[in-house]
């Protein structure tokens, strides 16, 4: 079972920035699709970016603001997070599928490792 770990996360001010990083246990190479997702408590997880063999994508509303990265050598995804709002705090994880082609990289059902998440939390 492939592992993937987040760290990263903490408390900012509206307007910052934060690195999000997630270290997975299989080479990055081989993956078909990873990911960054986000949930507050009551709503549904929600995908934020991804990347797959047919390039990245992201979220509305995040366009702009946010950069998501692929490091194949070191294993590793990125979240580069700009200009926080209150908004955007949540619990962020790292998903990751290494077995079958994805379907919408935003899709929590293109994905079949997730870890445990690290928070965000942004202050006004």
């Known amino acids: 079972q492939v592992q993937v770990v987040e760290s990263g996360g903490g408390l900012v001010q509206a307007g910052g920035s934060l690195r999000l990083s997630c270290a997975a246990s299989e080479s990055t190479y081989s993956s078909y699709c990873i990911g960054w997702f986000r949930q507050v408590p009551g709503k549904e997880r929600e995908g934020v970016a991804g990347?797959?063999?047919?390039?990245?994508t992201y979220a509305d509303s995040v366009k702009g603001r946010f950069t998501i990265s692929l490091d194949n050598a070191k294993n590793s995804l990125y979240l580069q997070m700009n200009s926080l709002e209150p908004e955007d705090t949540a619990m962020y994880y790292c998903a990751a599928n290494f077995r079958w082609w994805c379907g919408p990289m935003l899709a929590t059902t293109s994905y079949n490792n997730w870890g445990q998440g690290t928070q965000v939390t942004v202050s006004s």
């Open positions: 990347i797959g063999r047919t390039g990245s």
